[in-house]
Structures are given as structure tokens and as C-alpha cells.
């Protein structure tokens, strides 16, 4: 799924949820920023996985959590 579509219209104290997955959209529009345009969540491990044109990455709960913190 896009990562710009699923924070369209959403502050950066809020959050949204991916499959039950709780994701702070602060953490995902500095990733959006980075160059990241997609995401995808995997179950079995909890881990959200996003890529761009010439970015790849895999994080979990806790990174994306730290991540949100930072601002």
C-alpha cells in the first residue's frame, strides 16, 4: 500500500493501523520524506517493510516507536 495514501489527511500526532498494527504517522512521514513510497506488514514477525525507487528497509514496532519520538 502507498504510505502517502495512508496518511493523507492525518497529523503527526495520529496513528494508524495496518493489519492491527499500530503505525505513528510522525515515523512514516519522515520515511516518506526519506524516499520510501510503499509498506507492507508481515504478520508471522511483526514487521513492516518499506521500499522506494532506491530505498529498502524493515522495521519493527519498537524502531518505528523510537522513530515517532524523535521529532
Not at 38 to 43: G, H, P, T, W
Not at 51 to 65: N, R
Request: proline share 1%; with cysteine.
Amino acid at each position: 500500500m502507498k504510505i502517502a495514501e495512508l496518511i493523507s489527511g492525518k497529523g503527526g500526532q495520529d496513528r494508524v493501523s495496518i493489519e492491527g498494527f499500530s503505525v505513528p504517522v510522525a515515523a512514516l512521514k519522515k520515511l516518506l520524506n526519506e524516499g520510501y513510497e510503499n509498506i507492507l506488514f508481515y504478520k508471522e514477525n511483526k514487521t513492516l517493510s518499506l521500499w522506494g525507487k532506491t530505498c529498502t528497509v524493515c522495521f519493527s514496532e519498537d524502531h518505528l516507536e523510537k522513530m515517532a519520538g524523535s521529532e
